[in-house]
């Protein structure tokens, strides 16, 4: 990994808002599927995870062009992608045919390099915002570059605006309630049984999560914990939570606690696919930390998700950055057959009892 500045870069100062340079993400590339040949943005690669790939060749360069102030955030995200040569507001390119060439909050650029990039997409170069380079190349979005363009200048997004894709969406929904009911009727059955005969309690446990436009719902799954799991308060769960209970653990490793979530969908407050549900108490300390958090409740949450499949278990704010950068790029790149493939994903990840 290499990377130059211009003379004005290299002069930056180091006064830039410390909220920008927040380091979210130590894991860097770590467990996660990279899809460089992938042309095309709308498609999520979502085959077999954790096999990582370089983000670029080394002798590939990138040009990235941003307002001076955002220099030392470009440099931090790009730093992470060791194979990636970069090169920031360097103007001495000058062969331009299939040169990338990206930009960051181009809105702001000064008219010197505003006149460079129509120059050079003029001359063969593909000029393009540096989000959208490293979605299509990364299969996940780099949250800290996250800005309102991000959300407002894209011809994506098309579960939010295509009444097409949610009526098809909802059919998809439906139609696997019914055929995974002559599943989960039987399977809930034999597991209601096992949960009473194991520890006192009710079978079912009901909490209110938070939905689609931020309305609070009640998620319902198969208990899994003890029934005083939570008298300390709300509190993270994690792999070896101590609080499961030995019928708990077998369930929430094929998944099965989730099951009773197709009356959710039934009910319309949830999808079979989406960002998983969070609760208010959770979501008001992630949004401190995670850039646009609540983006996520543009969507119904779903039972499984692109974070599900291609992240392990987490329960730390790191582990919420990294799902979040998931869940973003399947909101803004969704398609109906993203959801069949992480449906399939899933129900393979039951079978072979892969869950967590």
Known sequence: MSYSLSKESSQ???????????NNDQHALRGTSIDADNDNGNNINIDQTHK???LSQKSDSLYVFCPE???PLIIQVLKKHKNLNFHINDFSARKF????????????????????LIEATEFGAKVEPLVSFLDRNLGYTEVELLHSGYFLHQKAFSILSSKRN??????????????????AIPVGLVTAIFIKLESA?????????????????????????????????????SSNDCRVT?????????????????????KNEMSMVGPRPEREHFIVQLEKEIPFYRFRHAVKPGITGLAQVKYPYGASINDAVW??????????????????????????????????
């Open 246 to 266: 030995k019928v708990g653990k077998f369930i929430r490793k094929t998944r099965i606690d989730e099951l009773p979530q197709l009356i959710n969908v039934l």
């Open 69 to 71: 102030e955002f220099t």
């Open 323 to 356: 799902k979040h950068k998931f869940d973003i790029y399947y909101i803004k790149h969704q398609t109906l057959m993203t959801d069949l493939k992480i449906l399939f994903l899933t129900i393979k990840t039951v079978l072979f009892g892969k869950g967590q």
């Open 201 to 237: 309690g009710p079978i079912f446990y009901k909490q209110r999560r938070t939905g689609l436009y931020n309305k609070e719902f009640k998620v319902i799954k198969f208990r899994s914990m003890r029934n005083d799991a939570e008298k300390q308060g709300a509190q993270w769960a």
């Open 52 to 54: 990582v790939r370089p």
């Open 12 to 22: 930056v100062s180091n006064g830039v808002d410390p909220k920008l340079l927040k």
């Open 166 to 183: 949610l009526f098809f969406k909802r059919v998809i929904d439906l139609m696997f309630v019914f055929l995974l009911s002559l599943v």
């Open 97 to 116: 045919k299939n040169l990338k060439i990206c930009h960051f909050k181009s809105e702001h650029l000064s008219q010197k390099q505003k006149n460079f």
